[in-house]
C-alpha cells in the first residue's frame, strides 16, 4: 500500500527576553512552516495572516495583532505589557488556519541585581550528584567585596551559594 506524507504546519514564536516587567514591551518573531517528516520537506508559509494574542496569568486577552507572513515565512511585532499588569506566566500564541504555537513570557516585578558572583571552574572532574567545591567571589557592581552582613539582601537563585562563598572569606 502507498503511504500518504503526513504533512504538519506549525508556527514558531522567541521573544526578545525571559522575563519582563509590567510597562516594559514584549517583542517577538514567529515562523510559519510546514514539513512532511517521512519525505524530509520543510517549507516556510509565505504570505500567510497570522493572529499573535497576548493573554495574562488568567488566561484574559490583553492585546492582539494581525500580521502576514513574508516571503521567507517570518512575521514580528510587540506588545506593551500594561502598567500595573498581574504578575506571573502569560503567553504569547501564534495561530494561522487552524495551526498555532506558543511560548510563555514571565510578568514579574523584578529589581536589577547590585552585586555580581563570579565562580572558578571546577578543579577536578565533576560527577553527577556528587558535591563539588568552587571557588569564587561576589562584589558589588562598582567592584567592592560584598559583607556577610548584606547576605541576606540577596534575592536569587545562586543565594545559598553566594552565602556560602561569603561565609568562607
Known sequence: PQHEPSRSTSVVLVTDRGI???????FYKGIACS????????????????TVTLRDANGREVARANHTTSAMGS??????????ALPGHWTLTAE??????????QVEEYKRPKFQVELAAP???VKL?????????A??????ARSEEHT????????????????KK
Open 35 to 50: 514539513a512532511d517528516h517521512a519525505g524530509h520537506d520543510y517549507q516556510t508559509l509565505a504570505n500567510r495572516g497570522i
Open 20 to 26: 519582563h516587567r509590567p510597562g516594559q514591551i514584549v
Open 123 to 125: 578543579k577536578e572532574s
Open 152 to 167: 541576606s539582601e540577596l534575592q536569587s537563585p545562586c543565594n545559598l551559594v553566594c552565602r556560602l562563598l561569603l561565609e
Open 139 to 144: 562584589a558589588t557592581y562598582t567592584g567592592l
Open 75 to 84: 512575521f514580528h511585532g510587540n506588545f506593551p505589557i500594561p502598567t500595573g
Open 129 to 137: 550528584n556528587a558535591e563539588v567545591a568552587v571557588s569564587g567571589t
Open 96 to 105: 494561522t488556519a487552524g495551526h498555532s504555537g506558543g511560548i510563555g513570557v
